[in-house]
């Protein structure tokens, strides 16, 4: 490693410690005080002029001497605070771009979640109704887990009570505001539930991430419900 390199790991770590609101604190002290220095040295440089004293003269070349290096130092400090500033922003809004990016775009089922409720409900095989809010992209995304268990041999039962009827046939699935998703089951299938929940949960995912299970023995019927992102 050449001493660059470590000598600016050092610096970052260093840094790590603060904050950025602290981070720009720092960078405007360290500016004012760098122009501070620069006043310095203009000082240094006009008392070297020969009208002056000899000893008036040294103390500028002294002056001069201390400026030059404390303003070279507080130079590398903050240009190493302003990257440490610029890096943390990038990260800041790169993290909210993928946010943004995720809330706007639809919930799908990748191929391994597919794979592992089709694993799930082939070891199981029971009855269930589907809850979902009724807006579209959380309607799209509480059907396609619906459709993946009743391909591999899961019941699929409409909403008692009425619901939200699927043009095409589909059984009617109840209305939902939850802004999460849920397995309710029957402590009998407790075991099932919290397998479904593995399969759909994915923590990368704003609206995968959370996925609850809740066990009531009130539950007559395992109930798959489809909250929104948020």
């Known amino acids: 490693m050449y001493p660059s390199e470590k000598h600016r790991k050092t610096n970052l770590v260093t840094l790590a410690i603060f904050d950025i609101a602290a981070l720009e604190l720092l960078s405007s002290a360290i500016f004012w005080t760098y122009m501070g220095a620069a006043v310095c040295v203009v000082i240094g440089i006009y008392w070297e002029k020969e009208e002056f004293s000899k000893e008036k003269r040294h103390k500028g070349w002294l002056l001069l001497l201390w400026a030059l290096g404390i303003e070279t130092a507080l130079g590398v400090g903050l240009h190493a605070v302003d990257d440490e500033i610029s890096s943390r922003q990038r990260t800041v809004i790169a993290s909210q771009q993928r946010t943004i990016e995720q809330l706007l775009s639809p919930r799908r089922l990748s191929s391994k979640q597919r794979e592992k409720l089709a694993a799930v409900a082939a070891s199981s095989k029971l009855p269930f109704v589907l809850m979902t809010s009724p807006d579209a992209e959380t309607w799209d995304f509480g059907m396609s887990i619906a ?69 009531d023995q009130r539950i007559k019927i395992t109930t798959v419900i489809a909250g929104t992102k948020r």
């Open 147 to 215: 459709g993946v268990l009743k391909e591999n041999g899961w019941d699929w039962q409409p909403f008692g009570g009425g619901g939200l009827s699927p043009l095409d046939g589909r059984p009617a699935a109840g209305a939902t505001i939850a802004d999460h998703m849920e397995i309710q089951a029957s402590p009998e299938n407790e075991a099932v539930a919290h397998s479904l929940a593995a399969a759909i949960r994915d923590p990368a995912v704003i609206g995968m991430a959370d996925v609850r299970v809740v066990v």
